[in-house]
């Protein structure tokens, strides 16, 4: 049995939402498909889908741009790969290449979009937790007309549910500040050594330090997943706020996220003893590296997988 | 042509299936359709432990599509099993045989839907409602074999399936004559085959009224006589085909889809068809045994094996399958390739209500092994001498007798494997005694590296009094010279490469050209039985039967038969079971012998392994086709890699929750190591045609344990279960105070 009846292919934002429409909430928007294809498998089907319909030819979702206020807006249609080949975005945006450039194997990051990541609403999507680091807003069209510009948690109501109707909504674009001077992230995760496999943990890190780079002015940090949505390690960065870099704040954010931080266990993923293990493990090796990269200006993306 | 130079014996020839299977142009049993073909869906037990009371089907059956709903009562002799038929064909009420009604684990069948779609069949399956009156479960082999644990079969009291003994010389005596005494308890976890091909297969009957097979299976006749039976059938009226097998490993042994299949071809006179998922097969199949093992050893200060004694406990799970074996061999195996005058062993095969378990590469030697071997690396650290100098001072030779009180076949190499695989993996001998290379560590501090090594044994062929046999037929045509031959040769092609050897043995026998070989196989219709492609028998048997059939083939063609036929059984020397008290018995006619060495680094700070350098060294008698060989050698040890470190199928009151190869996590090329270094030895095997022994199992066996010993060489921490993933490791990690940066 077939799993859809049509296939639409919209050139435009309002062409998608208007052949959305015309379903009447019937329709699924496909941007990549990778996990999509995998959930009508498994799901039992009467009836094939009435339409599916493919956002990675809406132009405006396909653009890398930098803005004139040093932003960068980003087409939710972008591929994972296409994001890792990006020099603007290695350069100023380095965490988003690291977390794009782990995802699945070659194939699914050829076609799979971060988009398409987002609005699956894993709490452990890995740019999902990079674009939490960068303090990213999401465009939303909805269904009703409205074009909105949602901070990133907005986005999610618990594990796999998203805010958007994936028969009416659609997710445009996502908006970022670029790094400045003095301001790098970085971004590890802890998967199986080699291969395909979900994430056992992510961690994602911003910092921007003060003109003589001995101190942080601010910090932002993502370790996913530890909540049914993504969330920001709020203690873990008022930990850092301030304080001078070095071993001992770096102590003194650990110890945060130990006391803050609490992963569940996943029953054929990771314990829960594991996950909290590994977040030190992760801290202790993002921040220094996120912390060098804003000393010295230069970043360049690791780990990123082949392909 | 009775004097010739190798032909065809010893050469790395192209295998006969290529150029199909790498073209897809070759049909396996999912890719083969009927014309007005029925699908079929089944429906499976939703209990671990419980009688049914009822099976409604009339909703089913009432849904537009659905032909026929087969249940409980429409299995004529309602029983099976590769060895012991203590398994329902469909569990429910309205069956003549005694406890048919009961479902044992989550792996039972209720029923069976055909319709004239799979969506129709599957939501027919869903329609039919299921009664269950729950019983009591049990889920932990020791639990299972206490008084007053539920119990799963009749006749079975403690759910014990089998009990076997090793009693040998006097333990007080070896204990009083031992230095030094290392204790451990292993444990192993599940595996799942996943291989390529799901289960999948169309029933049909033919145009002689056969009810007939198209599947994947291991053994034709085997499957022959199990589908016949329950069909309460003459087994001339059932026929099995195999077309291309997508891997086996032991896990197409028993029976999954060729015997409902049957009833409903039979039944309906329709073609029906079923594949199932991944799902299905994970869940649906049966897996490697977990075992724990108690093991304690003795040694004298000269590093000399004197007292051994062990407790194994492996669960069956809900049916039998081929456990009785399985735990005979692990018996058998738990020894390790040494000699030792004091032995002491209880192994146990335990029924409960977990997924079943059964064979799988290996067939109980890898656990066994698993427990040797690292009580074997943890005495020699414990007298400081050398992993390979106290493996020399122990490992069997000719003329060994084994734990059963009886001695090895001949051809025993255990010593020069395990030399060969030491010189190749940076050990030297000085002053007579093998001392290993230093390990350079690598720069990053996160990473230890170490080197372990392990060796083992396994036998080639069935053991412990199972018959064993093989037939194979020739034709030879043609007026003054032989023209074209045809060979009949049953054994399963499970994508090792059986059938390219089948024909390189019969040029060989015969002195002709490759090409003038035609192979007629996997049709119970067209062939006697070979046995099954499994103990890592198949070339052994098959080429002895070969041998066999051409010799005689060739003797009728001097007489100037036109065309000359020759049928030959090969039988081996028997074999005999186990004495109830003692364990006495001669267990196996020819054995292969192997060593392997690991070198890995352990990432201390997420726990993650990378297995650098495998050094394979394989007695493997004769490589018939040395590139085979090697990808025997070079699965075996990815297949064993996952086994040790990753593959974890995670089983809650018996029900499997990770059914899917996004969570139960096999190696991909990328964890391939970079190196697999494949020795192949060529110590005849008497008996082996052209002194052939085996190959599959043996180079999955030292694997774990060599992995074991090169973690606990880079960390100087021992690990007591596998797979070692990474929350086992860095949690035994942290106890011991390595790691965080």
């Not at chain 2, 297969?201 to 145009?207: F, P, R």
């Not at chain 2, 037939?471 to 040769?489: C, D, K, M, P």
Request: charged fraction near 20%; aromatic fraction near 6%.
């Amino acid at each position: 049995m077939p799993l859809w009846k049509s296939y639409h292919i919209p050139r435009t934002v309002d062409e998608a939402l208007a052949t959305l429409a015309q379903y009447g909430g019937a329709a699924r928007i496909v941007a990549g498909g990778t996990d999509l294809m995998v959930d009508l498998q498994y799901t039992d089907h009467v009836q094939p889908l009435e339409a599916l319909v493919d956002v990675t030819r809406v132009q405006e979702m396909l653009d890398i741009h930098q803005e004139a206020d040093d932003s960068c807006r980003l087409g939710a249609a972008v591929t994972h790969a296409t994001i890792v080949k990006s020099t603007l975005l290695e350069a100023r945006a380095t965490c988003l290449v690291e977390s794009c450039g782990v995802v699945g194997g070659p194939q699914v990051r050829n076609v799979g979009t971060l988009g398409g990541n987002v609005a699956h609403a894993l709490p452990a999507g890995d740019g999902t937790t990079s674009l939490m680091a960068l303090d990213a807003q999401a465009l939303v069209a909805w269904g009703g007309g409205l074009h909105e510009w949602l901070p990133l948690p907005a986005l999610f109501r618990g594990p796999g549910v998203s805010a958007l109707d994936h028969g009416k909504d659609l997710l445009v674009a996502f908006r970022f500040t670029l790094c400045a001077p003095g301001e790098a992230t970085a971004f590890k995760r802890i998967m199986r050594p080699q291969g395909v496999a979900l994430p056992i943990l992510g961690c994602a890190v911003w910092v921007k330090l003060n003109a003589a780079r001995t101190h942080y002015d601010d910090v932002r940090v993502c370790v996913s997943p530890v909540a049914p949505k993504p969330v920001r390690a709020v203690e873990v960065e008022a930990a850092l706020r301030g304080q001078p870099v070095g071993q001992q704040t770096l102590e003194n954010a650990v110890a945060a996220a130990h006391r803050t931080l609490h992963p569940r266990a996943s029953a054929y993923r990771a314990t829960a003893e594991y996950r909290q293990h590994m977040i030190e493990t992760l801290l202790r090796q993002t921040l220094p590296l996120a912390t060098e990269r804003a000393k010295t200006g230069e970043a360049r993306a690791e780990g990123v997988g082949l392909g | 042509m009775t004097n010739h130079e190798s032909i065809a014996v010893g050469h790395t020839v192209k295998r006969i299936d290529a150029l199909g299977k790498v073209t897809g142009t070759t049909p396996y049993p999912g890719d083969i359709d009927m014309q007005g073909q029925l699908w079929m869906k089944l429906r499976y037990s939703e209990r671990a432990h419980a009688r049914i009371v009822a099976v409604d089907t009339r909703a089913a059956q009432a849904l537009p599509g659905v032909v026929r709903v087969f249940t409980a009562k429409d299995v004529p002799v309602n029983e099976y099993g590769l060895i012991i038929r203590d398994q329902p064909v469909l569990c429910g009420p309205g069956s003549a045989k005694p406890g048919a009604d009961i479902v044992r684990c989550y792996a039972d069948y209720v029923a069976a839907v055909v319709a004239e779609n799979e969506s129709i069949a599957a939501a027919a399956a869903r329609l039919i409602q299921v009664e269950y009156e729950d019983l009591p479960t049990v889920f932990d082999p020791e639990a299972a074999m206490r008084e007053g644990a539920p119990l799963l079969h009749a006749h079975t009291p403690n759910n014990i399936l089998s009990h076997y003994r090793i009693r040998r010389g006097d333990m007080a005596a070896g204990w009083a004559q031992a230095d030094v005494v290392v204790e451990g308890e292993y444990h192993t976890g599940y595996q799942e085959h996943a291989y390529l091909q799901p289960e999948a297969g169309l029933g049909y009957v033919d145009d002689l009224g056969r009810v007939t097979i198209i599947v994947a299976g291991q053994w034709t006749h085997e499957d022959q006589d199990q589908v016949a039976h329950a069909l309460g059938l003459p087994v001339e009226q059932v026929r099995i085909v195999y077309p291309a097998i997508g891997g086996a490993f032991g896990g197409r042994e028993d029976m999954s889809v060729q015997i409902v299949l049957a009833l409903a071809a039979y039944h309906l006179r329709r073609p029906v068809k079923i594949i199932w998922s991944r799902e299905e097969s994970i869940l649906y199949h049966h897996k490697r045994h977990p075992i724990t093992i108690h093991c304690k050893w003795g040694a004298t200060k000269a590093g000399k094996l004197v007292a051994m004694q062990a407790r194994v406990i492996g669960d069956v799970g809900g049916y039998a399958y081929t456990s009785t074996k399985v735990l005979g061999n692990a018996n058998l195996m738990v020894s390790g390739p040494y000699e030792c005058e004091n032995m002491h062993f209880d192994t146990y095969a335990v029924y409960t209500n977990n997924i079943p378990t059964g064979a799988f590469r290996g067939f109980g030697a890898p656990q066994a092994a698993l427990a040797a071997e690292t009580q074997m690396n943890k005495l020699a650290q414990a007298l400081a001498i050398d992993a390979v100098e106290i493996r020399r001072r122990n490992v069997v030779q000719e003329g060994s007798i084994l734990s059963v009180g009886t001695p090895l076949p001949k051809g025993v190499s255990m010593q020069p494997v395990v030399e060969a695989c030491a010189r190749e993996s940076g050990w030297s001998l000085r002053d007579g005694h093998f001392q290993r290379a230093a390990t350079t560590q690598p720069d990053n501090p996160a990473l230890r590296r170490g080197l372990g090594f392990a060796c083992g044994f396994k036998n080639v062929g069935y053991s412990f009094g199972f018959p064993e046999q093989n037939w194979a037929a020739i034709e030879l045509y043609g007026s003054a010279e032989i023209e074209h031959v045809v060979v009949r040769a049953g054994g399963a092609d499970v994508g090792q490469g059986a059938h390219t050897v089948f024909v390189q043995m019969s040029a060989e026998a015969l002195g002709v050209p490759l090409e003038k070989v035609r192979l007629i196989t996997h049709d119970t219709a067209q062939t006697r039985t070979a046995g099954s492609a499994s103990a890592s028998r198949m070339t052994f048997m098959t080429g002895n039967a070969i041998r066999g059939a051409a010799a005689q083939a060739l003797e009728n063609w001097r007489n100037e038969d036109r065309p000359a036929l020759a049928t030959y059984q090969y039988r081996p020397p028997k074999t005999t079971p186990y004495d109830p008290q003692t364990g006495k018995s001669e267990p196996n006619y020819a054995y292969g012998y192997v060593a392997q060495s690991v070198e890995l680094d352990v990432d201390i700070e997420t726990g993650h392994i990378f297995v650098r350098r495998v050094v394979s060294v394989n007695d493997v008698g004769k490589a018939i086709n040395p590139q085979l060989v090697e990808g025997q050698i070079e699965g075996a040890v990815v297949q064993a890699q996952g086994y040790a470190l990753m593959e974890n199928l995670i089983s809650r009151q018996g029900r499997v929750l990770n059914p899917f190869l996004s969570t139960y996590l096999i190696p991909t090329v990328l964890d391939v190591p970079p190196e697999v270094k494949s020795l192949i030895l060529e110590y005849p095997d008497p008996i082996g045609p052209w002194g052939a022994r085996g190959v599959a199992e043996m180079p999955f066996i030292p694997l774990a344990p060599a992995i074991i010993a090169a973690f606990h060489d880079a960390t100087g921490v021992w690990m007591h279960t596998i797979p070692l993933t990474p929350d086992r490791v860095v949690k035994a990690l942290r106890e011991h105070g390595l790691g965080l940066l």
